[in-house]
């Protein structure tokens, strides 16, 4: 390589990679994933899923076991209680004046986990197939800030739907302790359709 | 599974709610804030409605208002938004099938064109008005007039149900003269003729009982009354194979209807009198076929034929000056052949067409409006300044109405004469009702909220009106017009919370009491003068008109000529090689009435002396109409964006004059000249022949039951229909999708590991899901083509601005001439005979539904270099859009050309080419993907069904039950020619389909092992027909 040749090269390899980098951070392949976004009212999900409390997902994402939408929950359900409990609380007072006795305006929640146009997610195969809340939310009921813990890529969905889902590991996601150090075998771990037109339609 | 929406309370943010889910999916990313807010935003409901669960459909049962018919519909709705509809399965007219202009209903519900608020023009100048001034403006014109009593005219859409007794009552209390009840697509003379002849206006006609049909110009199953039940029963007739009755179609052209005749007795326009008199045993053969131009022979042979099929079944349109005459000879030759009770069955009448007021009737309301009297006109619905002949001068004599008010939705020709609007609601958001046939009643419930706030229904209004008056006050006491419906509704809380569900209840509506008819207009027509009979007919997409503002409908070819956002003049190729004419040069068509100027379109199925125009295009346009700017929502006259510059409108060449049947004349003499241009049209066609591919085959009725011929040089070719439907087939390319072959580079290649694994845990390849499509039942009606652009997501292309930026040529259709359009199933016409194109009345037309043969061996499948077109286990043929990078090689391989590509971004709202403006977009499907440009896309036999009934099966914990779902082709299709189901399974009824004698595949020489089977066409022609003499 001559001299000359060098110097148009190495910097146009140079700019080529940093284009690539920031293409790949830019694109949705590279995912937002630990994207923690500020919600318009801090909700504390380890307050009500854990501790106490130690409420079902379900009681709130009420339909995440029956369509493909998990479903929010209204904001009449949570003034359920909290017409009464906590109504003091700043926080509180913000919802409250959102649900303004049910003339208000909904909580405007800023979405975190987004999968492409292209593709379909039934939630409720994955709820009815035994696949835990946490294996793919990861500890919500530990975030007090919720963010984005799996990184939703094509490759992450298909390695479940191919190598299987070990239900141990499920149980683990959501702070069941397992102490027992035999590996699953291979026979009960859960294996789903990996074909394009499972989930691209 | 249908819910009744009493549990939808107001307040309720529904529309909100998905709104912003959809804002989430178009919200861009921007480098910046792509940790913040990259995904849009979720917005809970404020307090959830009982029985919704987001994310999986509500279904409301109602009423179609497309048409006078009224069939039942069942609305699926998403999250509060209406997106698709589908026929009432219970229904006694339409029993779950619905035609193409019923399912564009959503598209008037969304049409992008609607009137926001009301309306007040002040100086001339059109400005927004609240709701609360245009009610106080009304009340006051109206007490301005009540001094002048009767002075007032009310032209409401004819529909049935109790809306027109609530109407009358309320003109009765103001002191205005009943309404008259329009319908511009009624054929007036045979509804007379029946009213006369079996006491009914529109009796069930029972094809299936017949052993002859013959149509005098009656274009039953398009559009000539109850179109669907037509078109069920005609079908059901037809699929009988040897007992099948034949059909004979009389008239000056084939229409559809005449197309799917087997044998055309061709006469000129007005003289099938002569016929039925010959018929009716006076007069010789050869007069009548002296007068009407058929031959001797052909009325001989029918007459035969009449006297020996019992029982048959005449019918005849009545759009000519003699229409009733006609009409009343056939209803006597019913009742002579023994057919009234039989095949014409006056108890389970269409109840739909009583009480349509006669053009008389209009008539006499326009020339008392002439007459300047009329201080306050009222139009809700009919458009007259488009439909009716420009020769009775409507816009003149509205013009000198002081005070017009429209409750159009839309604007258009006649809204825009008016001094207010006040939009009403559609049917699809308010309540109303039918009856269908006698004893059934069929609820018309909203299926969502209101589109728009500021629209309300008419029916409220007007009963705001009379709240502010002491006296009609007292006749209207409940709150609101649902109230006031309710408390006709017979039976009790149990049986109306039955009747909530199913759309569909028992009991009678008491109809309103006609006003005796106005003196008919002596028809004053000017002596018709030309070289040519001229036919009007109305279209068979756009019906009157009213159709030509919703994008599917333009873009839906025209049944018979395969022609879409445009006019045409219809002409016999021997017509057009006298004129020298070709196909595009545009013709100047004058009357004694007008002139109107459309491109020449030589077809076979029209006499030499005869040219046909269709109505509904044509509408006024402004003169510098701003295209598709998302964003303006300023009223732009005429009638909607999609209407704006496409075609004439042939109403200018009528005389206005009614025939003695109470129907405007839609035929006359015209002259024909040649002008000098030339313009493109567009059509989906490629061809009109099928130079022996064998594409739409045929047999005839004798061959029945026949082994079929042995052929030479082939043994049994794979692919046949009796070819076993394996799961995922058994064929190179599916055999590697089971995982048989493996990976060519695999070292044990043949043993596992193709592209599946065969032995998957979950069964992957249980299925083979196939279609079988029935020749002998398919009308070509299209109806399949509109539901499979509504059920996915299909973009219209035709509109004027959707043209590529490069060549900015703003003409209807000008992508549908460079081959852009996107319909996945298009309906194929084949012409077979009339070969060297000189008439003749014996050449057959055959329709084919075309969709994606989901081949189990593709050759689509190889040529693709990104894996993006595959096969799958249950034997689809997939297309990924999100790996397809737009080489279109599958496209160029595909030997059935049902490969559609997006050439530009129909899907993005920020292009120019955008098919979905808000809120049309509110339609979209949530279950497709919006494709993008670039892409390739095709028929998918609706995947997204399919994952639906086995995520449903999957959440009960079963398996997928037979026939438990269907395609939206399938549940559309007003003949029942689509069947779809597993070929794999016994339990599908698509198993007893593909076994059939009549079964084939489309280009099955190519091995390219079809799931799609077709059964050929019956005909049923005589020996002289099949002979191929012409005449």
């Given at each position: 390589?001559t001299q000359?040749?060098?110097?148009?090269?190495?910097?146009?390899l140079?700019?080529l990679?940093?284009?690539a980098v920031?293409?790949?951070a830019?694109?949705?392949?590279?995912?937002?994933q630990?994207n923690s976004?500020?919600?318009?009212i801090?909700?504390?999900?380890?307050?009500?899923a854990?501790?106490?409390l130690?409420?079902n997902c379900?009681y709130?994402?009420?339909?995440?076991n029956?369509?493909p939408?998990?479903?929010?929950?209204?904001?009449s359900?949570?003034m359920?209680?909290?017409l009464?409990?906590?109504?003091d609380?700043p926080?509180?007072?913000?919802?409250?004046k959102?649900?303004?006795?049910?003339?208000?305006?909904?909580?405007?929640?800023?979405r975190?986990?987004?999968?492409?146009?292209?593709?379909r997610f039934?939630?409720?195969?994955?709820?009815?197939?035994?696949?835990?809340?946490?294996?793919?939310?990861?500890p919500?009921?530990q975030?007090?800030?919720?963010y984005?813990y799996?990184?939703l890529?094509?490759?992450?969905c298909?390695?479940?739907?191919?190598?299987?889902?070990?239900?141990?590991?499920?149980?683990?996601?959501?702070?069941?302790?397992d102490?027992?150090?035999?590996?699953t075998?291979?026979?009960?771990?859960?294996?789903?359709?990996?074909?394009?037109?499972?989930?691209?339609y | 599974?249908?819910?009744?929406?009493?549990?939808?309370?107001p307040?309720?943010r529904?529309r909100?709610?998905l709104?912003?889910?959809?804002?989430?999916?178009?919200?861009?990313?921007?480098?910046?804030?792509?940790?913040?807010?990259?995904?849009?935003?979720?917005i809970p409901?404020?307090?959830?409605p009982?029985?919704?669960?987001?994310?999986?459909s509500?279904?409301?049962?109602?009423?179609?208002r497309?048409?006078?018919?009224a069939?039942?519909?069942?609305?699926?709705?998403?999250?509060?938004?209406?997106?698709k509809?589908?026929?009432?399965?219970?229904h006694?007219?339409?029993?779950g099938?619905l035609?193409?202009?019923?399912?564009?209903?959503?598209?008037?519900?969304?049409?992008?064109?609607?009137?926001r608020?009301?309306m007040?023009?002040?100086?001339?100048?059109?400005?927004?008005?609240t709701?609360?001034?245009?009610?106080?403006?009304?009340?006051?014109?109206?007490?301005?007039?009540?001094?002048?009593?009767?002075?007032?005219?009310?032209?409401?859409?004819?529909?049935?149900?109790?809306?027109?007794?609530?109407?009358d009552?309320?003109?009765?209390?103001?002191?205005m003269?009943?309404h008259?009840?329009?319908?511009?697509?009624?054929?007036h003379?045979?509804i007379?003729?029946?009213?006369?002849?079996y006491?009914?206006?529109?009796?069930?006609?029972?094809?299936g009982?017949?052993k002859?049909?013959?149509s005098?110009?009656?274009?039953?199953?398009?559009?000539?009354?109850?179109s669907v039940?037509?078109q069920?029963d005609?079908a059901?007739?037809r699929?009988?194979?040897a007992?099948?009755?034949?059909?004979?179609?009389?008239?000056?052209?084939?229409?559809?209807t005449?197309?799917?005749?087997?044998?055309?007795?061709?006469?000129?326009?007005?003289?099938?009198?002569?016929?039925?008199?010959?018929?009716?045993?006076?007069?010789t053969a050869?007069?009548?076929a002296?007068?009407s131009?058929a031959?001797a022979?052909?009325?001989t042979?029918?007459?035969?034929?009449?006297?020996?099929?019992?029982?048959?079944?005449?019918?005849?349109?009545?759009r000519?000056?003699?229409g009733?005459?006609?009409a009343?000879?056939?209803?006597?030759?019913?009742?002579?052949?023994?057919?009234?009770g039989?095949t014409i069955?006056?108890?389970?009448?269409?109840?739909g067409?009583?009480?349509?007021?006669?053009?008389?009737?209009?008539?006499a309301?326009v020339?008392?409006?002439r007459?300047?009297?009329?201080?306050?006109?009222?139009?809700?619905?009919p458009?007259?300044?488009y439909?009716?002949?420009?020769?009775?001068?409507?816009a003149?004599?509205?013009a000198k109405?002081?005070?017009?008010?429209s409750?159009?939705l839309?604007?258009?020709?006649?809204?825009?004469?008016?001094d207010?609007?006040?939009?009403?609601?559609?049917?699809?958001?308010?309540?109303?009702?039918?009856?269908?046939?006698?004893?059934t009643?069929?609820l018309?419930?909203?299926?969502?909220?209101p589109?728009?706030k500021?629209s309300?229904s008419a029916?409220?209004v007007?009963?705001?009106?009379?709240k502010?008056?002491?006296?009609?006050?007292?006749?209207?006491?409940?709150?609101?017009y649902?109230?006031?419906?309710?408390?006709?509704?017979?039976g009790?809380?149990?049986?109306?919370?039955?009747?909530?569900a199913?759309?569909?209840?028992?009991?009678?509506?008491?109809?309103?009491e006609?006003?005796a008819?106005?003196?008919t207009?002596?028809?004053?027509a000017?002596?018709?003068?030309?070289?040519?009979?001229l036919?009007?007919?109305?279209?068979?997409?756009?019906?009157?008109?009213?159709g030509?503002?919703?994008?599917w409908?333009?873009?839906?070819?025209?049944?018979?000529t395969k022609?879409?956002?445009?006019?045409?003049?219809?002409?016999?190729?021997?017509?057009?090689?006298?004129?020298?004419?070709e196909?595009?040069?545009v013709?100047?068509?004058?009357?004694s009435?007008?002139?109107?100027?459309?491109?020449?379109?030589?077809?076979?199925?029209?006499?030499?002396d005869?040219?046909?125009?269709?109505?509904g295009?044509?509408?006024?346009s402004?003169?510098?109409?701003t295209?598709?700017?998302?964003?303006?929502?300023?009223?732009?006259?005429?009638?909607?964006?999609y209407?704006r510059?496409?075609?004439?409108n042939?109403?200018?060449?009528l005389s206005?004059?009614?025939?003695s049947?109470?129907g405007?004349?839609?035929t006359?003499?015209?002259?024909?000249?040649?002008?000098?241009e030339?313009?493109?049209?567009?059509?989906?066609?490629?061809?009109?022949r099928?130079h022996?591919?064998?594409?739409?085959?045929?047999?005839?009725?004798s061959?029945?039951?026949r082994p079929?011929?042995?052929?030479?040089?082939h043994?049994?070719?794979?692919?046949?229909a009796?070819?076993?439907?394996?799961?995922?087939?058994r064929?190179?390319?599916a055999?590697?999708?089971q995982?048989?072959?493996?990976?060519?580079?695999a070292?044990?290649?043949?043993?596992q590991?193709?592209?599946?694994?065969?032995?998957?845990?979950?069964g992957?390849a249980k299925?083979?899901?196939?279609?079988?499509?029935?020749?002998?039942?398919?009308?070509?009606?299209?109806?399949?083509?509109?539901?499979?652009?509504?059920?996915?997501?299909?973009?219209?292309?035709?509109?004027?601005?959707?043209?590529?930026?490069?060549?900015?040529?703003?003409?209807?259709?000008?992508?549908?001439?460079r081959?852009?359009?996107?319909?996945?199933l298009r309906?194929?016409?084949?012409y077979e005979?009339?070969d060297?194109?000189?008439?003749t009345?014996?050449?057959?037309?055959?329709?084919?539904?075309?969709m994606?043969?989901?081949?189990?061996?593709a050759?689509?499948?190889?040529?693709?270099?990104?894996?993006?077109?595959?096969?799958?286990?249950d034997?689809l043929?997939?297309?990924?859009?999100?790996?397809c990078?737009?080489?279109?090689?599958?496209?160029?391989?595909?030997?059935?050309?049902?490969?559609?590509f997006?050439w530009?971004?129909?899907?993005?709202?920020?292009?120019?080419?955008?098919?979905?403006?808000?809120?049309?977009?509110?339609?979209?499907?949530?279950d497709?993907?919006v494709?993008?440009?670039?892409?390739?896309e095709?028929?998918?036999?609706?995947?997204?069904?399919?994952r639906?009934?086995?995520?449903r099966?999957?959440?009960?914990?079963?398996e997928?039950?037979?026939?438990?779902?269907t395609?939206?082709?399938?549940?559309?299709c007003?003949?029942?020619?689509?069947v779809?189901?597993?070929?794999?399974d016994?339990?599908?009824?698509?198993?007893?389909?593909?076994?059939?004698?009549?079964?084939?595949?489309?280009?099955?020489?190519?091995?390219?092992?079809?799931?799609?089977?077709y059964?050929k066409?019956?005909?049923?022609?005589?020996?002289?027909?099949?002979?191929?003499?012409?005449?």
């Amino acid at each position: 390589m001559t001299q000359r040749r060098k110097w148009t090269a190495i910097p146009g390899l140079l700019l080529l990679a940093v284009g690539a980098v920031a293409l790949s951070a830019y694109s949705g392949a590279s995912s937002s994933q630990n994207n923690s976004p500020v919600q318009p009212i801090a909700f504390p999900h380890p307050l009500h899923a854990a501790g106490n409390l130690n409420m079902n997902c379900l009681y709130c994402h009420n339909t995440a076991n029956k369509s493909p939408d998990p479903g929010l929950p209204a904001v009449s359900t949570c003034m359920g209680c909290h017409l009464i409990v906590r109504a003091d609380k700043p926080e509180i007072q913000k919802l409250a004046k959102y649900y303004a006795m049910g003339a208000g305006t909904p909580v405007p929640w800023v979405r975190i986990h987004k999968v492409p146009d292209y593709v379909r997610f039934p939630h409720m195969r994955h709820v009815n197939a035994g696949v835990t809340c946490q294996s793919c939310h990861g500890p919500v009921q530990q975030m007090t800030q919720v963010y984005q813990y799996s990184s939703l890529n094509m490759g992450w969905c298909v390695n479940c739907h191919v190598n299987g889902y070990d239900p141990r590991e499920g149980l683990k996601a959501t702070g069941v302790v397992d102490t027992s150090t035999t590996v699953t075998p291979d026979a009960e771990r859960k294996r789903a359709r990996y074909d394009c037109a499972s989930c691209h339609y | 599974m249908i819910d009744s929406p009493e549990g939808a309370k107001p307040g309720v943010r529904r529309r909100e709610f998905l709104k912003v889910l959809g804002v989430g999916a178009a919200a861009s990313a921007s480098a910046c804030d792509a940790f913040q807010d990259n995904a849009g935003k979720l917005i809970p409901y404020l307090v959830s409605p009982d029985q919704t669960v987001p994310g999986v459909s509500t279904y409301f049962a109602s009423v179609c208002r497309e048409c006078s018919a009224a069939c039942g519909i069942i609305a699926e709705t998403r999250d509060g938004r209406v997106i698709k509809l589908e026929g009432n399965p219970e229904h006694p007219l339409n029993h779950g099938a619905l035609c193409a202009r019923g399912q564009s209903a959503v598209q008037g519900l969304y049409n992008p064109d609607r009137f926001r608020t009301p309306m007040i023009k002040t100086a001339g100048a059109w400005k927004a008005a609240t709701w609360d001034e245009a009610i106080a403006l009304l009340s006051a014109k109206i007490v301005e007039q009540k001094s002048k009593a009767g002075a007032a005219v009310f032209l409401n859409q004819h529909e049935g149900g109790s809306f027109p007794s609530f109407l009358d009552s309320w003109l009765s209390s103001m002191g205005m003269r009943p309404h008259v009840s329009v319908d511009f697509e009624a054929d007036h003379a045979a509804i007379e003729a029946n009213k006369r002849s079996y006491g009914v206006a529109w009796p069930e006609l029972a094809f299936g009982q017949a052993k002859l049909i013959v149509s005098f110009g009656a274009d039953f199953l398009d559009g000539w009354g109850s179109s669907v039940q037509h078109q069920l029963d005609f079908a059901d007739a037809r699929a009988k194979g040897a007992a099948a009755p034949r059909f004979v179609y009389i008239g000056a052209r084939r229409s559809l209807t005449g197309l799917n005749a087997d044998q055309w007795i061709s006469c000129t326009p007005g003289s099938e009198l002569a016929i039925v008199n010959f018929l009716q045993g006076r007069g010789t053969a050869q007069a009548a076929a002296t007068a009407s131009g058929a031959t001797a022979e052909s009325l001989t042979a029918l007459a035969r034929e009449i006297a020996t099929a019992k029982p048959s079944l005449l019918v005849a349109g009545g759009r000519g000056e003699n229409g009733l005459d006609v009409a009343l000879g056939v209803a006597a030759l019913n009742r002579s052949a023994g057919n009234v009770g039989v095949t014409i069955r006056s108890a389970d009448a269409v109840l739909g067409f009583e009480g349509i007021s006669k053009q008389g009737d209009l008539s006499a309301a326009v020339e008392r409006m002439r007459g300047g009297n009329v201080g306050i006109a009222f139009v809700r619905g009919p458009n007259p300044a488009y439909s009716m002949a420009s020769s009775a001068k409507f816009a003149e004599a509205f013009a000198k109405v002081a005070f017009k008010v429209s409750f159009s939705l839309y604007p258009d020709e006649t809204t825009e004469m008016c001094d207010l609007i006040l939009p009403d609601l559609h049917s699809l958001e308010q309540w109303g009702d039918s009856e269908p046939v006698k004893g059934t009643l069929g609820l018309q419930q909203p299926a969502m909220d209101p589109v728009y706030k500021g629209s309300r229904s008419a029916a409220d209004v007007l009963m705001a009106v009379a709240k502010k008056d002491a006296a009609a006050a007292s006749r209207f006491p409940q709150p609101d017009y649902r109230s006031w419906l309710i408390a006709r509704v017979p039976g009790n809380t149990a049986t109306r919370s039955t009747m909530f569900a199913k759309g569909l209840g028992s009991g009678n509506i008491t109809r309103r009491e006609m006003p005796a008819p106005s003196a008919t207009q002596s028809a004053t027509a000017a002596a018709a003068t030309g070289d040519y009979f001229l036919v009007t007919y109305p279209s068979p997409t756009l019906g009157d008109g009213r159709g030509a503002n919703k994008p599917w409908l333009q873009e839906l070819p025209d049944p018979v000529t395969k022609v879409l956002w445009s006019s045409w003049v219809e002409l016999h190729p021997e017509t057009a090689a006298k004129l020298h004419v070709e196909r595009g040069d545009v013709l100047e068509v004058t009357t004694s009435a007008g002139t109107v100027r459309a491109p020449a379109l030589p077809y076979l199925g029209i006499r030499p002396d005869t040219v046909a125009i269709a109505l509904g295009q044509g509408h006024s346009s402004p003169s510098q109409p701003t295209y598709h700017d998302g964003k303006d929502t300023s009223v732009q006259w005429g009638y909607g964006r999609y209407s704006r510059s496409v075609g004439i409108n042939a109403n200018a060449l009528l005389s206005g004059a009614t025939n003695s049947g109470g129907g405007s004349i839609a035929t006359g003499k015209c002259s024909v000249t040649k002008t000098a241009e030339k313009v493109q049209v567009p059509t989906t066609e490629g061809s009109a022949r099928q130079h022996g591919r064998g594409i739409a085959q045929a047999m005839h009725v004798s061959e029945i039951g026949r082994p079929p011929a042995e052929e030479v040089g082939h043994g049994k070719i794979p692919g046949a229909a009796s070819h076993e439907f394996l799961p995922g087939l058994r064929s190179p390319v599916a055999a590697d999708a089971q995982g048989e072959l493996g990976a060519p580079s695999a070292k044990n290649q043949g043993t596992q590991l193709g592209m599946y694994d065969p032995n998957h845990p979950l069964g992957m390849a249980k299925r083979r899901w196939a279609m079988t499509v029935d020749l002998a039942r398919c009308t070509g009606c299209s109806a399949c083509v509109t539901a499979c652009y509504a059920e996915n997501n299909i973009p219209t292309v035709g509109a004027p601005w959707q043209n590529g930026v490069v060549y900015a040529e703003k003409r209807p259709g000008f992508n549908i001439t460079r081959g852009r359009e996107m319909n996945w199933l298009r309906l194929e016409r084949y012409y077979e005979g009339a070969d060297d194109g000189a008439f003749t009345e014996n050449f057959e037309a055959r329709f084919i539904p075309m969709m994606c043969q989901h081949c189990g061996n593709a050759p689509c499948e190889p040529v693709c270099p990104v894996f993006a077109t595959y096969h799958a286990p249950d034997g689809l043929n997939v297309q990924v859009y999100n790996r397809c990078v737009g080489t279109r090689y599958c496209s160029n391989n595909c030997p059935y050309k049902v490969r559609y590509f997006n050439w530009f971004g129909y899907g993005e709202p920020d292009r120019i080419q955008y098919a979905f403006p808000e809120p049309l977009n509110w339609q979209l499907n949530p279950d497709v993907t919006v494709r993008g440009k670039g892409v390739m896309e095709k028929c998918t036999m609706c995947v997204q069904r399919i994952r639906e009934a086995e995520n449903r099966a999957a959440l009960e914990k079963r398996e997928v039950a037979a026939d438990e779902f269907t395609t939206a082709c399938a549940a559309a299709c007003p003949s029942r020619a689509i069947v779809f189901g597993d070929a794999a399974d016994e339990s599908w009824t698509i198993q007893a389909h593909i076994g059939s004698e009549r079964a084939y595949h489309v280009f099955e020489e190519l091995n390219t092992y079809t799931a799609v089977v077709y059964l050929k066409k019956i005909n049923h022609t005589t020996k002289a027909a099949a002979a191929g003499e012409a005449r």
